[in-house]
């Protein structure tokens, strides 16, 4: 179990969220973040929402039908989320 998951527990947000982290810097499809997590297509579709909202995430849309996302590492949100994701990483597994 990651740490993020330990921390804010096991919901799709936090899934979607730490699998854009761990890939920051490409773009993936919404369906290779759902076969990569695990979630239906749906799931991610739903959490990816506020997140592209509010500007965390961009999107990029390939033809029609495709969608690609990966983390807006010029937000400043995003740059805190990111910032803290680090740091957490780093911690030794016993201090979480």
């Known amino acids: 179990m ?13 899934i979607v969220l730490e699998n854009l982290l761990r890939n920051r810097g490409e773009f993936t499809y919404l369906s290779g973040i759902a076969e ?4 239906s297509h ?10 592209v909202e509010n500007n ?3 999107e990029k849309k390939l033809g029609k039908q ?3 996302f990966s983390m807006n590492e010029e937000n400043p949100v995003a740059k805190l989320i990111i ?6 990483m780093a911690l030794p597994k ?3």
């Open 2 to 14: 990651s740490k993020l998951i330990r921390i804010f527990g096991n919901s799709a947000q936090t």
């Open 36 to 39: 990569e997590t695990g979630l």
């Open 42 to 51: 749906s799931s991610v579709a739903r959490v990816m929402e506020p997140l």
């Open 56 to 58: 965390i995430i961009i």
């Open 66 to 68: 495709i969608r690609t």
């Open 83 to 88: 910032k803290f994701y680090d740091e957490l």
């Open 94 to 96: 016993e201090k979480i």
